[in-house]
Structures are given as structure tokens and as C-alpha cells.
């Protein structure tokens, strides 16, 4: 039978390949203090109320996804009420290539998108390795650059993946290399995070174009159903709508400007924990 030294050491190993839960948990009490920070920013109430707005009319909109379908589970149901008001929407997604399944994945973003009515544009990099150089960075900068959006839907960089804060790194680094600082307005959207951000917007005319767009990515599909996590998530974000008996779903974001935006990242990616502008092995 092991000793107890034996069985803290075998503990301990574990631990540090990552192969317990504490690693994960590591990680976000790490985070704690300046996600804090940043969702103070929005509290400026004892009682926290997100403004309500409606969607966008007649704005190019970009729209930064890090895997094909998190535009559809994110901002889904706000861009498909966008479209409907005049506004002209592009999807840029950050990683096509390099996973099993990415053929398929590519022809049911496209399927999304042209069921939508949005264009889509493919950046060639692949899941779990972004890269942060200067040849990635250029041709993120010169996609936007030749998008010249009015309005950016990106992830909130509180979501919890790695490929979304490595997407919102890219970004700041592309930024750098831009020929004059951007002006378009940032759209903070969520996929995995359930922060209570102070934008809120009503998609319940939305709520079925959204849930339709989701389950365009069968392949996804298959392994969760994300409309109905999704649906889920912003059926509880409709407690932001005010009192009403009826089903309703709301998208909540993080409303800035990109200098404001960059801000909060500069912060949050310096001061952060040392993982962040890396991938953790495991």
C-alpha cells in the first residue's frame, strides 16, 4: 500500500500535468482580480441593470468568430436582427484548418452564413494554435482594414477558452500594425461566459433564425446541443428584459469603443496570469 508521502507526491505530479480539477480552478481564481476590475467598470449601481438596445441598423458589421459557430451561439440572434434592419455583416473566422472535420466545419459555416445572408472569410489557422507573429498579426489587420467595419463583434475576453483570448491577442497585435488608430465600435459578445455585461438586447423575434443558424453545424451538433445551450443561456439573460410572463431571450455585451477596448486588454493581458499568450500543454 502507497504511504502518505507517496500518495501526496503521485498528487502533486497530477496536479501539475493538468490532470485535475484544481488546475482549472487554478486558473480562474488567478483571474479573479482583474476580471473583478473590469466588471466593476459596468456596476455603477447597487442594483445592476444592463441598458437595453436595440440591434444595429444600417452599420457594416464584422464579426471576429474564433471557431465556425461561435457567431451563430454568441451574437447569433442580434446579428440575424441586425440583417433585417439594413445592416451589412461579415464573418471572419480565425480558425479553418488543422482539426479533424475541418472540410465539413468550413461547408457548414458557409451553409450558416449563406442561409443568413452574411459574407464569411476563412483565416488560415488552426484550433489551440493561433499564432501571435507579425505575419499572423498583418493579415488580421489587413482584413479588417479592408473590411472598415462600422461595428466589431469579437468574444468578451472573460469567455473561458483559450482561443478566444488568443483571437482578442491577435487583435491588439494586428492593431499595432494598423496604418491609423481604428474607430468602429467593439461588441463584446459571450459563448462560454455567463457575466451579466451591461448591454442587453432582446432577440426573442430572433430567437428561432438563431437557433436555426446553430443547428446548421450538425457536426457540432452531434457531439452538444448548442442551440439549446445557447437558447438556455439567453432565456436567463432575459431577466434583464424587465417583468413579463411571456418566453423571451436576451444577448448581453460589452459595449466600448476599440481604444477602450484595447485598454481593458492591455490590462488584463499584462497584469494577468502567466498562461495568458500561451497554450497550457495538457
Not at 126 to 146: D, F, H, K, M
Not at 213 to 231: C, D, F, P, V
Not at 236 to 264: I, M, N, P, T
Request: charged fraction near 25%; charge should be neutral; include cysteine.
Amino acid at each position: 500500500m502507497p504511504s502518505l508521502t507517496a500518495k501526496i507526491k503521485g498528487r502533486l505530479a497530477r496536479l501539475l500535468k493538468g490532470q485535475t480539477p484544481s488546475r482549472a480552478l487554478w486558473h480562474q481564481l488567478a483571474e479573479l482580480k482583474n476580471a473583478s476590475a473590469v466588471l466593476d467598470l459596468a456596476r455603477r449601481r447597487a442594483v445592476f441593470q444592463p441598458v437595453e438596445r436595440e440591434a444595429p441598423i444600417a452599420k457594416r458589421i464584422l464579426v471576429l468568430a474564433p471557431h465556425p459557430d461561435d457567431e451563430a451561439i454568441g451574437p447569433g440572434g442580434t446579428l440575424a436582427l441586425a440583417k433585417t434592419r439594413g445592416c451589412e455583416i461579415e464573418v471572419v473566422y480565425v480558425t479553418s484548418t488543422g482539426f479533424d472535420g475541418a472540410e465539413k466545419r468550413i461547408g457548414e459555416a458557409r451553409a450558416a452564413c449563406e442561409k443568413s445572408g452574411f459574407g464569411a472569410t476563412f483565416l488560415p489557422f488552426v484550433p489551440g494554435r493561433i499564432p501571435l507573429t507579425t505575419e499572423a498579426a498583418g493579415v488580421l489587420a489587413e482584413t479588417l482594414e479592408r473590411s472598415r467595419p462600422d461595428l466589431l463583434f469579437l468574444p468578451f475576453f472573460l469567455d473561458d477558452h483559450d482561443d478566444h483570448r488568443r483571437t482578442l491577442e491577435l487583435l491588439l497585435a494586428a492593431a499595432a500594425k494598423a496604418a491609423a488608430p481604428w474607430r468602429f465600435e467593439v461588441w463584446g459578445y459571450q459563448v462560454y461566459s455567463a457575466a451579466a455585461l451591461p448591454v442587453v438586447v432582446d432577440i426573442s423575434a430572433a430567437a428561432e433564425a438563431k437557433r436555426q443558424a446553430i443547428a446548421t453545424y450538425a457536426s457540432e451538433m452531434q457531439k452538444r446541443n448548442w442551440a439549446h445551450y445557447a437558447l438556455g443561456q439567453n432565456a436567463a439573460a432575459s431577466r434583464f428584459l424587465g417583468s413579463d410572463s411571456r418566453e423571451r431571450y436576451a444577448e448581453l455585451f460589452y459595449v466600448s469603443d476599440f481604444a477602450g477596448y484595447a485598454e481593458l486588454l492591455e490590462r488584463y493581458f499584462t497584469d494577468g496570469p502567466a498562461y495568458h499568450g500561451r497554450y497550457v500543454d495538457g
